[in-house]
């Protein structure tokens, strides 16, 4: 079983950054495609962005695209969101999703993931 744990969050001015990382224990970390989603009150767990195993090809919402970078450093389990350009829209929970990996395609889907943190709030104030 993979175990993950976010951490970074917290509350930032609009304008401004965060990065969030996402550590994993329990098995290798090798072989899995990360994620983060992030679901704001009443609303959706929505797809932020995702990052394969090999390859490190990434992919990203729109809303975020030119404003977010995702990372992986495999040596240290860990993945990262780097936050900037941070806007009230922004503000949610954010989740670390991990799958197995099955190759360069990326997955934008919370139901193609199998394993979740247990998130860290965002919030950004105007």
């Known amino acids: 079983q993979l175990q993950l744990v976010e951490s970074g969050g917290g509350l930032v001015q609009a304008g401004g950054s965060l990065r969030l990382s996402c550590v994993a224990s329990g098995r290798t970390f090798s072989g899995y495609d990360m994620g983060w989603f992030r679901q704001a009150p009443g609303k959706e767990r929505d797809f932020v962005a995702a990052?394969?195993?090999?390859?490190?090809?990434?992919a990203y919402a729109d809303s975020v695209k030119g404003r977010f970078t995702i990372s992986r450093d495999n040596p240290r389990n860990t993945v990262y969101l780097q936050m900037g350009s941070l806007k009230p829209e922004d503000t949610a929970v954010y989740y670390c999703?991990?799958?197995?990996?099955?190759?360069?395609?990326?997955?934008?889907?919370?139901?193609?993931?199998?394993?979740w943190g247990q998130g860290t709030q965002v919030t950004v104030s105007s």
């Open positions: 990052i394969v195993w090999r390859g490190g090809r990434t």
């Open positions: 999703a991990a799958r197995g990996s099955t190759g360069n395609y990326y997955y934008t889907s919370r139901d193609e993931y199998d394993y």
